[in-house]
């Protein structure tokens, strides 16, 4: 009997099973039919078939997970690295909140005492100025010895009090005049002076702190 199929066409392999099988066969022809040249021997199939080999579960698994062997969870530390720098960004936050609104309570700390200072130095402007008159008479009855026993002490009693509350009586004979706290209601000459000096005290002045209240209202003498 004649082969008539010289480059050898492909004979199917039985297949075990049911004949719902999927079928499959090999190429076993040492001619390539569509180049026409030979095949070397032992070369693979141009046709793929129909189903690749599996390879075994396990072996897959291996090779598809190499994290297995690790003894952490990248995910696990990563959400609890996310968490950490949340809670930090937060507690900067509630800082920085904090730090702002202990500022502003200290900047309204010394704001408070400062009006608090301004309104106490006012009031006691205030009682000073309407004091004026009586102080006045004190030291006139001073100047001509007109001051002597209990009227004496309770002359020294309101210097006390006044004194506590920061008021301060200024403008003595002698002293060189000074046009921002001595108002001169009088002036004189003198060939032998060499400034311009207090001789007479009027009125003395009054200040609290650094505030002149009333001027000291004094007569001078200057040189010619």
């Known amino acids: ?39 070397e021997t032992g070369a693979p ?52 909140a904090l730090q702002r609104e202990r500022a502003a309570f200290t900047n309204y700390r010394n704001r408070s005492l400062r009006d608090q200072e301004a309104a106490r130095t006012r009031g006691t402007q205030d009682v000073l100025t309407a ?32 004194a506590r509350f920061g008021v301060e009586r200024f403008g003595l004979v002698g002293e060189e005049f000074d046009p921002t706290v001595h108002e001169a209601l009088m002036h004189s000459t003198d060939a032998e002076a060499t400034s311009t000096t207090v001789n007479l005290v009027v009125e003395p002045g009054y200040r609290i702190g650094d505030k002149v209240v009333r001027a000291a209202r004094v007569g001078v003498v200057g040189p010619e």
Do not use: C, W, Y
Not at 141 to 157: D, T
């Open 131 to 162: 004091l004026l008159p009586v102080l006045d008479d004190i030291e006139r009855a001073k100047q001509h010895a007109e001051l002597s026993g209990p009227m004496a002490a309770i002359a020294e009693k309101i210097d006390a009090t006044l």
């Open 1 to 39: 009997m004649t082969d008539n199929n010289p480059q050898g066409t492909p004979e199917p392999e039985p297949t075990q099973g049911s004949g719902d099988a999927p079928f499959h066969f090999t190429d076993k022809r040492k001619v390539d039919p569509e180049s026409g040249t030979p095949r």
């Open 45 to 96: 199939s141009a046709e793929p078939t129909s189903e690749p080999a599996s390879e075994p579960a396990s072996e897959s698994a291996s090779a598809g997970d190499p994290l297995e062997q690790l003894d952490f969870e990248p995910e696990g530390e990563a959400a609890e690295n996310a968490e950490l720098l949340q809670a930090k960004a937060e507690a900067a936050e509630h800082l920085d």
